[in-house]
């Protein structure tokens, strides 16, 4: 009994200053946030009231943020949630192409080793080639569809998301422990029992690390699709209100809006790969 006692202490004792020294991390992490955010701010405003830049200030940005939200662009109709929406449109159906096809062919190139000295040589010759240098062309691809800008920025976003969410799946299906492919082996699996009931699962965190990654290279990768071509997207925007007169308030307005939504999504699959393998 005095044994139980003294390891029902010990644990206590580990547990408690456990959870108080992970709340004081999340308060010391939230308030060094707020105190780099704060400083930018104080910089920026000095920066634009000395004219070190010119930049509008700190509150002229933020109410043009507000007024875009709130009624919109006059020049275009449009307020900022419906140009940000059409760009993440964009987003998910190149991210959503490219997981359906990278995931299968990074199991593929996991599991069987002929495929990956078939196919490897040239995933590796298209991996470095930039998203954006296939612009021109998937113009000449696209030309004869509906609405050829849409599937071009829709493309990009796929070949940009395409190869994290490829390399992430197949090394998550490579990492997976020999002795728990021996293991399925014994109780009689087959190998389509061992892909999909010890392969798959095991790799899913790395396919998600994948997807994310490959997320957000797609948002940066519309982004920067939409200043060439298309004729709405927050990308399309900022190019615009550029080209009419550089209106640097709604330029940093709309850049702030690009970089809080990559902020989320980041955030997002963050929170996901947490609940997926919480002990990481």
Known sequence: MPSQMNNYEAEKQTIIPGKLLNVDDKLRRWGMSVFTIAMFIIFWQVAAVKQWLSLPTP?????????????GDPVYGKT??????ASLMIVLKGCFLSMVTAIPLGMMLGTFRFFEQFAGILLEMFRP????????????L???FSSPTTYVQIFVVFVGAFFPVLLNTTQGIKSVEKRFINAAITCGATRWQIISKVLFPASISHM?????????????????AEFVGGKMGIGYYIWSVYSIGGRSAEI??????????GYLMNKLFLVMEKRLQPWR
């Open 142 to 144: 696209f030309q004869d």
């Open 129 to 140: 080639i930039p998203p954006l240098a296939w612009i021109p062309l998937a113009y000449i």
């Open 80 to 85: 900022l949630q419906q140009m940000t929406f």
């Open 59 to 71: 509150g002229v940005v933020t109410a043009t943020l507000i007024r875009l939200i709130v009624s």
């Open 208 to 224: 998600v690390t994948g997807l994310r990654i490959g997320l957000g290279v797609g948002w940066m990768c519309v982004i920067a």
């Open 252 to 261: 940093i307005a709309g850049t702030i809006t690009i970089g809080l939504i």
